[in-house]
C-alpha cells in the first residue's frame, strides 16, 4: 500500500529580492503512514511552513517528488489538484481567517461536501450535523457565525469542515499557537482522536516541540531547509542524536503544552544564517556547540543512527 505522504527531494527557492535565490526547503526527504502523525519542528524560518505549503499544491517546487495517497502533487494541473485536494486538507494556524465570516458555520462545514456535489439538502444537513458533533460542537452551532465562537471553537469548525471530505491526510500548521493556552490541549486531543478514529496520516508542523510531543508518533527536526534529525518520538525527546535537536530541547521551557510558565533555560545561542547563502559543510556547524574542522567543509550524510535518522558527522548510538 502506498504511503499516505511521501516526500522525497524536495526543494523550494524564493526569489532573492537581489543576490542568489532562498533555498527556504533544499532537499528534504520523509514520508508518513495511515494512521501515523509525523512533527515537523524547527525555529520560524526553517522552511517548515514551506515544505506543508507544497504539500498543498500552495506552491511548486524547484524540484523533488510530493505523493498524497500515491498521486503526484508536483506538476499536477489545477484539475488534478483538486481531485488529490479531497484526499488532504489543511488545518491553519488562526481559525479567524480561515473561515468566511459571512458564512454560516454549517454552510462552511457543508461546503466541500456541496460543491463537489457529495450531498445536499437533508443529507447535506444531517452530514454537517454529525461533524459538528463529532468535534465537540452541537448540531444547533450550524446556523451560528464564526464571530460567535471562541477561539478554540472556531478551531473545531475549520477541523470539521477538513474531515468533511474524509482525507488520508491531514496537514496542521500551528494548529494551536493561536489559541489561548486553556483550550490548546482540549484541540490538541481532539486532533490526536479523529487522526485514530479516521485511520488518517497527519502533518503536524509546529515551532512547539512540547506540543508535537502531545500529538506525534514520529518527529522530524528541521535546520535551514534540511532535516537534521527523524527519530520516533519517546528516542527523540529521551536520546536526541543530533547537537540541534539537543538545544532545542533544551530551550523547551516546559514539556507540558498547558502549564507553559517557566522561562526558557538555555535559549539557542546565535543568529539563523540567511537560507540565501547557507553556511558550508554542515548548516549548523555557526551555532553548533560540538563543531570541529571537518563541519565547516564537509556536508554530512543523513544516516541510520540507532531508531533515529541523523545528519551529523559526530552522532553516535
Ligand atoms: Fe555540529 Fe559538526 Fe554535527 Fe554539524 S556535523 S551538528 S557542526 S558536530
Ligand atoms: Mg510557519
Not at 499536477?76 to 458564512?103: C, K, W, Y
Not at 457529495?118 to 447535506?124: D, E, F, H, T, V
Not at 451560528?144 to 496542521?172: D, E, K, M, T
Amino acid at each position: 500500500a502506498p504511503q499516505a505522504l511521501r516526500v522525497s527531494d524536495l526543494a523550494v527557492h524564493y526569489a532573492g529580492r537581489s543576490g542568489p535565490p532562498v533555498r527556504a526547503v533544499d532537499g528534504v526527504s520523509f514520508s508518513v503512514a495511515a494512521g501515523e502523525t509525523l512533527g515537523l519542528v524547527g525555529e520560524s524560518g526553517c522552511g517548515k511552513s514551506s515544505v506543508s505549503n507544497a504539500v498543498m499544491g500552495l506552491l511548486s517546487p524547484a524540484r523533488g517528488s510530493i505523493q498524497v495517497a500515491g498521486q503526484e502533487v508536483v506538476g499536477a494541473d489545477r484539475g488534478r489538484l483538486r481531485e488529490i485536494r479531497t484526499q488532504m486538507q489543511m488545518v491553519f494556524q488562526d481559525p479567524a481567517t480561515s473561515l468566511n465570516p459571512r458564512m454560516t458555520v454549517g454552510a462552511a462545514v457543508g461546503e466541500p461536501l456541496l460543491v463537489r456535489g457529495l450531498a445536499r439538502g437533508r443529507a447535506l444537513r444531517d452530514r454537517v450535523a454529525a461533524l459538528l458533533t463529532e468535534v465537540g460542537l452541537r448540531p444547533e452551532h450550524a446556523d451560528r457565525y464564526p464571530h460567535q465562537f471562541s477561539g478554540g471553537q472556531r478551531q473545531r469548525v475549520v477541523i470539521a469542515r477538513a474531515l468533511a471530505l474524509r482525507p488520508a491526510l491531514l496537514v496542521c500548521d500551528e494548529p494551536v499557537s493561536a489559541l489561548d493556552v486553556s483550550v490548546r490541549a482540549q484541540i490538541l486531543n481532539l486532533l490526536v482522536e479523529l487522526q485514530r478514529t479516521h485511520h488518517m496520516a497527519s502533518l503536524f508542523v509546529s515551532h512547539d516541540l512540547a506540543v508535537v510531543r502531545h500529538v506525534c508518533d514520529r518527529v522530524a527536526v528541521m535546520y535551514l531547509g534540511r532535516l537534521a534529525e527523524l527519530a520516533p518520538r519517546d528516542a527523540l525527546y529521551a536520546a536526541p542524536r543530533h547537537p540541534y535537536t539537543r538545544a532545542l530541547l533544551a530551550s523547551v521551557p516546559e514539556p507540558d503544552p498547558v502549564r507553559q510558565r517557566a522561562k526558557p533555560r538555555v535559549p539557542l545561542a546565535g543568529e539563523i544564517p540567511s537560507p540565501a547563502r547557507p553556511p558550508s559543510g554542515c548548516r549548523f556547524h555557526t551555532r553548533c556547540p560540538m563543531a570541529q574542522e571537518v563541519c565547516r567543509v564537509e556536508e554530512p550524510v543523513w544516516r541510520p543512527v540507532g531508531e533515529s535518522m541523523v545528519a551529523c558527522h559526530f552522532a553516535t548510538a
